[in-house]
């Protein structure tokens, strides 16, 4: 019943998303309004020209279809094939008007073990943000939903029996108040749950920031930010409440080819048996080098949480597993890593992502390290490194190739485990100008594990054939 109602939860989000990207277009005078600015809010600077803002995107598709395992329990040894059916759907929606904003996507995978190796189970990844103007350009209702699945224990594969979904809803008002011409004070207040279907993290948060600062120009703009916010979880024998705060300056500069944003302060958390403070710093450097290429930089150090790094897609949650058969038409459903305490960390981490779109060649090419350190617990100390391709190729008028590519390592110093994950996916897509769609697609994953985990490597490969419909994508007017 509790995984039912999360479902329900996140399906539901999903729903109020959509319906908000289908209210009527406004007029070009409607959207002639500047973007406001805020902790916890688009950046005062992401409006286009003249504070004009995008239009819309929308792309979607769905298919359905047949795959075969020969090891789908992944073991090292007495490997057992699965047939497999599958269903898959995808979402991307952008729409930004005077009166509201809708940014959501979603990817889900639902797989039925035809020979019964495991229960039929939905499996996917859905990040959802909607704000609502209630006095324009000075007050708005937000509500953001993230959903998703991470592993219950690290040391182990990650099959069926090991993840659990995990939901996160927070919704609060963004205020914003002009000093004159160039200053600004922007306010945000946050209730947020968030809820596991298998560990005892369940928590509610609530959350108040306030930045005061001023635009520099009209591509750049400097800020001093605070926040606090108060996490109170439902088992409090194995957990204790704790509250986190953080003070910091804030610049941000936009210009005709590259975007800067930089954070530094300080982050302190208080629960009862004591606090502990740490630096908080941020760095963040896109650059278009060409009309066809991106690169984008991201360094920081800050102290944070599991359900906060799963929620924000950011430091613990940059870094995700591939899931056996968890893939649709727009690439592999992954899964976070698992969260073993729900205690606070210090992550130090840094990535690089190159992207590539021209003509018929689509490539993705990202690198990410992190490290999380656990105050008094050394053992759960950790180092992460992943590597990702992606590439697509339209080969003529009908068809396509894909080629994806991971690596992901994973190294606990203190308690002499390390485990690499390798993923490496070929697929031949078939299209049709009205929206048929049909794939095939191959995929091999394999784990080489070492100290205690040694033993536990297997090897995998999967094929899948699918069907499925995908119109032409509408882009941002």
Request: charged share 20%; aromatic share 10%.
């Amino acid at each position: 019943m509790a995984m039912h109602l999360r479902r329900k939860a996140s399906l539901s989000a999903i729903f109020v998303f959509w319906i908000l990207a289908q209210v009527r277009p406004v007029s070009a005078e409607e959207a002639q309004v500047p973007a406001p600015s805020g902790v916890g809010a688009q950046s005062p600077l992401a409006s286009g020209p003249g504070g004009t803002v995008p239009g819309q995107i929308l792309n979607y598709g769905v298919d359905v279809g047949v795959g075969e395992t020969d090891n789908v329990n992944l073991a090292p040894t007495d490997k057992v094939s699965q047939t497999l059916a599958v269903a898959d759907a995808d979402i991307d929606i952008e729409e930004q008007r005077r009166l509201f904003n809708v940014d959501a996507k979603g990817t889900f995978s639902y797989l039925d073990f035809l020979q019964g190796a495991y229960s039929p189970e939905l499996i996917g990844r859905f990040d959802g943000l909607g704000k609502v103007s209630i006095i324009p350009g000075t007050l708005r209702w937000v509500v953001q939903d993230d959903f998703g699945q991470a592993q219950v224990n690290p040391f182990a594969a990650v099959t069926p029996t090991n993840r659990e979904n995990i939901n996160y809803l927070g919704t609060g008002p963004d205020l914003y108040l002009r000093l004159g011409s160039v200053g600004f004070v922007d306010m945000t207040g946050r209730y947020a749950r968030t809820e596991y279907q298998v560990s005892p993290y369940n928590s509610d948060l609530l959350l108040g920031s306030i930045a005061v600062g001023r635009f520099l120009s009209s591509g750049s703009s400097l800020s001093l930010d605070g926040s606090a916010q108060r996490v109170l979880f439902a088992n409090t024998l194995l957990n204790t409440d704790y509250t986190r705060s953080s003070a910091y300056g804030d610049f941000e500069a936009q210009g005709a080819r590259s975007d800067l944003s930089a954070n530094l302060g300080a982050t302190k958390v208080s629960q009862s048996a004591g606090s502990i403070t740490g630096p908080l710093a941020k760095l963040k450097l896109s650059r278009k080098l060409s009309a066809a290429a991106k690169l984008t930089f991201t360094a920081g150090r800050n102290i944070t949480d599991g359900g906060t790094s799963f929620s924000s897609l950011q430091s613990g949650a940059i870094s995700t597993i591939g899931t056996l058969g968890g893939a649709g038409a727009t690439g592999a459903v992954s899964t976070a890593p698992a969260q073993q305490t729900s205690s606070n960390y210090t992550v130090t981490y840094t990535s690089l992502k190159w992207e590539y779109t021209r003509n018929r060649t689509t490539v993705s090419a990202s690198g990410q390290w992190e490290r999380d350190s656990y105050e008094g617990q050394p053992l759960l100390d950790l180092a992460r490194e992943t590597a990702q391709l992606s590439i697509d190729r339209k080969l003529n008028r009908h068809f396509s190739a894909q080629l994806q590519g991971s690596l992901y390592r994973t190294d606990y110093s203190h308690t002499d485990y390390a485990e690499t994950d390798g993923f490496v996916g070929f697929g031949i897509t078939f299209r049709e100008e009205k929206g048929l769609e049909i794939r095939l697609r191959y995929d091999h994953e394999s784990r080489i594990a070492a100290g205690v985990g040694a033993g536990s490597n297997y090897g995998t490969n999967i094929v899948f054939l699918t069907v499925g419909y995908r119109p032409k994508p509408r882009s941002a007017s």
